[in-house]
């Protein structure tokens, strides 16, 4: 059974840094990018970034910059998310999802893009002091 | 980057209407479209990619049409496990947008 399970909640400090882990099963791991989307309360889907399981490549949203990193570790199926200097805005699930390529890279982009058909079941973080 | 302005934003209609969610993109990005719908509490769940094809296992009272900049998602007989919020997502390229979504209420 093909299935992304996230880590637990978390609870942060305004200031503190969060690491989630998405480990994938059931599927071949480095076949597909892991991207992360996350849902504030009351808001819409956000697209935060993602990671190509097979290299390590990632491209991140252009507002997350300087503070968010993904990495994988091929030896545990696992996709790492980290999101430091964490405030209050940020609080909202955050989900992994995987990437069925269907358009391939061309022009500036090296990456494929396309749909996603499997999600994790969601983390929630909250910042709070 | 291409934005995508989903209307109306939320709704409200009856079992068995008929229910119609438009998503337009500021470029043509031809069928590179998909559609999400998402519960309070679950992952959100693909209903239907490249504009207009079904996901396996989805109902087929669900469908998508439309390429360019003009794209639209049809509720053909609403049952009440639809409510939620429906969300197009585009892939023309990086970042990945998703519109604001359409709340539908029943």
């Known amino acids: 059974q093909e299935q992304l399970v996230q880590s637990g909640p978390e609870v942060k400090k305004p200031g503190a840094s969060v690491k989630v882990s998405c480990t994938a099963s059931g599927y071949g791991f480095i076949g597909n990018y892991i991207h992360w989307v996350r849902q504030a309360p009351g808001q819409g889907l956000e697209w935060m970034g993602m990671?190509?399981?097979?290299?390590?490549?990632?491209k991140y949203a252009q507002k997350f910059q300087g503070r968010l990193i993904m990495t994988s570790d091929t030896s545990t199926n696992t996709v790492y998310m980290g999101l430091s200097s964490l405030r209050s805005e940020d609080s909202a699930v955050f989900y992994c999802?995987?990437?069925?390529?269907?358009?391939?890279?061309?022009?500036?982009?090296?990456?494929?893009?396309?749909?996603?058909?499997?999600w994790g079941q969601g983390t929630l973080v909250t910042v709070s002091s | 980057d291409i934005q995508l302005t989903q209307s109306p934003s939320s709704l409200s209609a009856s079992v068995g209407d008929r229910v119609t969610i438009t998503c337009r993109a500021t470029q043509d990005i031809r069928n590179y479209l998909n559609w999400y719908h998402s519960q309070p509490g679950k992952a959100p769940k693909l209903l239907v990619c490249d504009a207009s094809t079904l996901q396996i296992g989805v109902p087929p009272r669900f469908s998508g049409s439309g390429s360019g900049t003009e794209f639209t998602f049809t509720i053909n007989s609403l049952s009440p496990e639809d409510v939620g919020t429906y969300y197009c997502q585009h892939y023309n390229d990086l970042p990945v947008i998703f519109g604001e979504g359409t709340r539908v209420e029943v």
């Open positions: 999802a995987r990437l069925i390529g269907r358009k391939p890279p061309s022009g500036d982009s090296e990456f494929w893009t396309g749909y996603f058909d499997l």
């Open positions: 990671v190509n399981p097979s290299g390590g490549g990632t």
